[in-house]
């Protein structure tokens, strides 16, 4: 069992920055891969970033490439994600996922990953 806490969220104005954080309890956290999805209303969920137990490899969606950076303290059991020059676009509600199956990142599907935070709101104002 993997239980995961995001925090973080909030509003912001176009071009500004905000980082969130993804605590993990239960299962070793350098077990496993994790990555960050989105989802904004009407929509389905997105994956944004993914990465390895080690940071080795990482992933990025293209509408983040250059904006956004992901990474972990596995010292602190704890996953960011770092978003900056963010646009109204990004608006949506950002889940940590962990995929407790794999040490390496295997996908961008929700289905890849078996564990789920609750969600923390970004809001980005025009």
């Known amino acids: 069992q993997v239980q995961l806490v995001e925090s973080g969220g909030g509003l912001v104005q176009a071009g500004g920055s905000l980082r969130l954080s993804c605590a993990a309890s239960?299962?070793?956290?350098?077990?496993?891969?994790m990555g960050w999805f989105r989802q904004a209303p009407g929509k389905e969920r997105e994956i944004v970033a993914a990465m390895d137990w080690n940071g080795s490899r990482k992933y990025y969606a293209d509408s983040v490439k250059g904006r956004f950076t992901i990474s972990r303290d596995n010292a602190k059991n704890t996953m960011y994600l770092q978003m900056g020059s963010l646009k109204p676009e990004d608006t949506a509600v950002y889940y940590c996922?962990?995929?407790?199956?794999?040490?390496?990142?295997?996908?961008?599907?929700?289905?890849?990953?078996?564990?789920w935070g609750q969600g923390t709101q970004v809001t980005v104002s025009s």
């Open positions: 996922a962990a995929d407790t199956r794999s040490s390496f990142y295997r996908g961008s599907q929700r289905d890849d990953y078996d564990y």
């Open positions: 239960g299962r070793t956290f350098i077990s496993y891969a």
